[in-house]
């Protein structure tokens, strides 16, 4: 391990950290969702906890894939000596030599692309995608015509999920008979939406992988005057979709706790600094939410990020 590394080890295992002395850089894939602004809120939190300065910055969109790029090689030049990254592509980290060399030790939270990490912090995308499914089966008596409104080619979270969705419903009775994507921005999944269903609900469930594809499509169901007709279950949680759980215009949803994932991934990586082994994989729990248990005591903790 380099001796800039070893030397603020040491200054972590003291449990003491001279200000500007090193930091960790923490780089989400966009700045769109709600679900960035918590995972950021508990890298922060625990960045606090373990008196370590934390780095945050992300690219616009999900498809900026050079801006993260860039975004890692700053956090490399400011000083961080250690990465938790959520990668916009298995591509975004080759040609780094810091990070493929190990002397830049990364830790990936959301999605898993492979090396170089050490650790993966994650929900398991495809069993919450099997969720997914299996809930909107169980509502429509596992019988109908459902669409699968994908996000964006490439992304492997939610390209898990969507293959989980399918998986769960391929010994019912539902038929897929709409399959496409709808964009990784709120603005593109309402619009392509829009544009997929103004001849009418001729589906009877739809399942969208993420929070903006999610958010799109309620808006735009709504507008079209479909949001009651189709049963509609999504994914990932903000405060815009409380409402239409509780009217039954969202037949259900499945929420990751992003609070706590920045708050693992970032404690993992301080602990990797610390030469501390740590698991390949933390699995961070999903939980289906519908109107019957949205205001639990559970759900709400992990909504707030308790």
Not at 10 to 25: D, F, H, T, Y
Not at 243 to 256: D, K, M, N, R
């Amino acid at each position: 391990m380099p001796l800039k590394c070893l030397a603020v080890l040491a200054m972590l295992v003291a449990g003491s950290m001279p200000a500007n002395a090193a930091c960790i850089g923490a780089i989400t894939s966009s700045t769109e969702h709600q679900f960035w602004r918590e995972l950021i809120r508990g890298v922060n939190a625990a960045g606090a906890h373990a008196n370590v300065e934390v780095y945050v910055r992300s690219p616009n969109t999900e498809t900026n894939e050079e801006g993260q790029r860039i975004i890692v090689e700053k956090a490399i030049d400011k000083g961080c000596i250690g990465i938790v990254i959520a990668p916009n592509s298995p591509q975004v980290l080759k040609g780094i030599a810091e990070v493929q060399n190990g002397s830049i030790p990364v830790v990936f939270v959301d999605r898993d692309v492979g090396t170089p990490r050490i650790s993966a912090v994650k929900t398991d995308n495809y069993a919450a995608g099997k969720l997914a499914g299996q809930k909107l089966a169980e509502i429509l008596n596992g019988k109908g015509k459902v669409a699968l409104l994908r996000m964006l080619d490439g992304v492997s979270s939610t390209m898990d999920r969507e293959q989980g969705f399918l998986d769960a419903i391929r010994d019912t009775e539902l038929e897929v008979t709409l399959e496409t994507h709808i964009g990784s921005t709120v603005g593109e999944a309402r619009i392509n939406t829009s544009v997929l269903f103004a001849d009418g609900a001729h589906v009877d469930g739809i399942f969208t992988p993420n929070e903006s594809t999610t958010v799109g499509a309620l808006v735009a169901l709504k507008k079209l005057g479909f949001a009651d007709k189709i049963h509609h279950v999504g994914f990932d949680f903000t405060p815009v979709l409380t409402t239409a759980l509780e009217s039954g215009e969202l037949s259900g949803v499945v929420i990751q706790n992003p609070y706590e994932m920045g708050y693992q991934g970032t404690l993992t990586l301080v602990r990797i600094l610390n030469g501390e082994s740590v698991d390949e994989f933390i699995d961070i729990p999903a939980t289906y939410v519908d109107k019957t248990n949205l205001h639990s005591p559970e759900v709400q903790d992990i909504i707030s990020g308790k």
